[in-house]
């Protein structure tokens, strides 16, 4: 990739050829240095400072007293700032857009893309700001008051995976800022200028309205290091982890061991179910997408597809000429549809599980292969992929980071919703049909596990308004809309008594 795009990236954001990765307010690190390698050629971007275990310490003080400070302004105000927050992102989305295409390898309709999810979760937590609602309450006693309150919760960590580098972290941020808390920052160490360059939008913002930089605290560091710190901080009232379920399962142990809350979003093993009576032209198509979108990196992604036995020899014929007129290449040029994968240990997984679903008995239908005419010699370019396969290989049942969709037939619904639900994770899910029956069996409670599930929609691709998270091993969290922001707060019971004489509750009478 030409240096001309690096430096047309880079510098109106502000990002140095060495930037500090800690941010309390000011800038600063003094860590180890951390090259960060562009996926698309496999060259450097720019270096980072990354935080030390001391330099934890200082941002998690700053966040703590920011959050003493912050918590005091009225909700509606502190809405009022996020909505600047979401204006400044608008004005950067171009940019930050082709930053995120830049570091994670993602096309750039998907990076922008995400940056709009940026400004969407902003303009919803702004409505929020003015609907933290509690409820009043009868009380049993008489000239009593009962009422629940929400109250901020305090500095909240938020670890955040490679794959949408800048929008889980808005998702949580903007949230928790109305809520009353400060957060701070623990981004994938594979793209960490995307989250040094939204800090950098976010805290302007918070300087010109006087408020301190700290509410949004960032650290960029090693998991083992800094990001244990940070789960093991008793200040960190929650952590909003996203990742690996290897790596949730570990914050949900040490954070549960000292009674913390957690937010865990972790790894998919998505579905589509596609009926012999549904419009096969849309199945097609949202299969592609949620197979091939973002190489194949998306906790959402679609890594099954469950077909009724009618319809499988069709649907798998046409879905190998789609793939087969996929355009691969520099996420950066128009019409590309698949850009690189992260990094060359995904090029690894990928190999790894295509060999090991052909051992288990899968047959490769298409791809499986590095890309021969790909645009750079960085070793990142693979070409989508799809086999046949039974869901109970060992293979089918985990979650490989990379693009290869598994295809198998089904007989009848009863059978399609019970292959779909066996696997341990339970994110995302899909079914494509036109008949009521099998739609409606399908999200009823004998239907999809799944957090999300959707009837002629794909797996990935969900709107910021719906509380977004899966069950299972994928971890049981939620978060952006719907009621997640009481996540980021206490509730409060609060009775109030102004009767003359005291009352005690269940009639107790207790009198000298
Ligand atoms: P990962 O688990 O390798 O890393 C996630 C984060 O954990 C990174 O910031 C990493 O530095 C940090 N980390 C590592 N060790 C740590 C430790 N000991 N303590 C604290 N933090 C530590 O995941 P990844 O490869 O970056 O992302 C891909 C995974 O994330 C996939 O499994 C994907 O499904 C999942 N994911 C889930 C969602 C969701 O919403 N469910 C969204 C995006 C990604």
Same mark, same amino acid.
């Given at each position: ?43 450097? *971007? ?40 979401? $204006? ?74 490679? $794959? ?98 957690? *937010?865990?979003?972790?790894?998919? $093993? ?160 899909? *079914? ?31 709107? *910021? ?28 019971? $609060? ?18």
């Amino acid at each position: 990739m030409p240096d001309k795009a690096r430096k047309e990236i880079l510098k109106p954001l502000d990002i140095e050829e060495i930037s500090p990765g800690a941010f309390d307010g000011e800038w600063f690190g003094s860590g180890e240095p951390l090259g960060v390698i562009s996926p698309i050629d496999g060259k450097p *971007i720019a270096t980072v400072t990354q935080a030390s275990e001391e330099d934890y310490e200082r941002v998690a003080a700053a966040a703590y007293d920011a959050f003493l400070e912050w918590r005091a302004i009225p909700a509606p105000k502190r809405g009022e700032i996020v909505r600047l927050i979401g $204006n400044a992102l608008r004005e950067k989305k171009e940019l930050l857009g082709k930053l995120v295409t830049l570091e994670m390898g993602k096309i750039l309709a998907e990076g922008e893309g995400e940056v709009q999810e940026m400004i969407d979760v902003c303009d919803f937590a702004v409505g929020l700001s003015r609907q933290l609602y509690g409820l009043t309450l009868k009380s049993e006693r008489p000239d009593h008051r009962m009422m629940e309150q929400w109250h901020p919760l305090g500095p909240i960590g938020v670890i955040s995976a490679f $794959n949408f580098p800048v929008a889980v972290w808005a998702w949580n941020f903007a949230v928790a800022a109305v809520c009353g808390d400060a957060t701070i920052w623990k981004p994938s160490s594979k793209v960490p200028l995307t989250a040094i360059a939204s800090t950098k939008i976010a805290a302007e913002v918070l300087k010109e309205n006087g408020v301190p930089g700290a509410v949004a605290s960032l650290v960029i560091g090693r998991g083992k290091d800094v990001g244990e710190r940070l789960i093991n901080d008793p200040r960190v009232r929650l952590v909003s982890f996203t990742g690996s379920t290897v790596m949730g399962k570990r914050v949900g142990e040490v954070v549960g061991a000292r009674l913390g809350k957690t *937010i865990l979003e972790l790894g998919g $093993n998505n579905a589509v179910i596609v009926s012999d009576r549904c419009n096969i032209t849309n199945a097609l198509q949202t299969v592609l997408f949620g197979a091939v979108g973002t190489a194949g990196q998306r906790c959402t992604s679609t890594r099954r597809v469950i077909i009724q036995e009618k319809a499988f020899e069709e649907f798998v014929g046409k879905l190998v000429g789609t793939y087969q007129q996929v355009k691969i290449g520099n996420p950066l040029d128009d019409g590309v549809l698949v850009g690189p994968v992260i990094d060359t240990a995904c090029v690894e997984a990928y190999f790894a599980a295509i060999e090991a679903c052909k051992k288990e008995g899968g047959e490769l239908l298409y791809g499986g292969a590095a890309y021969a005419d790909a645009p750079f010699d960085s070793g990142t370019y693979v070409v989508p992929t799809i086999m046949e396969a039974e869901n109970r290989y060992d293979i089918v049942q985990r979650e490989t980071f990379a693009p290869i969709l598994y295809v198998m037939p089904y007989s009848t619904i009863e059978e399609a919703v019970a292959l779909h639900n066996g696997v341990p994770q339970g994110l995302s899910s899909a *079914i494509f049909t036109d008949d009521v029956y099998e739609a409606e069996y399908f999200v009823s409670d004998r239907g999809s596990d799944c957090g999300i599930a959707n009837v002629n929609i794909g797996t990935s691709g969900a709107e *910021i308004g719906g509380a977004f998270g899966g069950e299972k091993e994928t971890g049981g969290g939620r978060e952006s809309g719907s009621d997640s922001w009481k996540q980021y707060m206490f509730r409060q019971t $609060n009775t109030i008594s102004w009767a003359k004489e005291i009352h005690l509750a269940q009639g107790i009478k207790f009198e000298l």
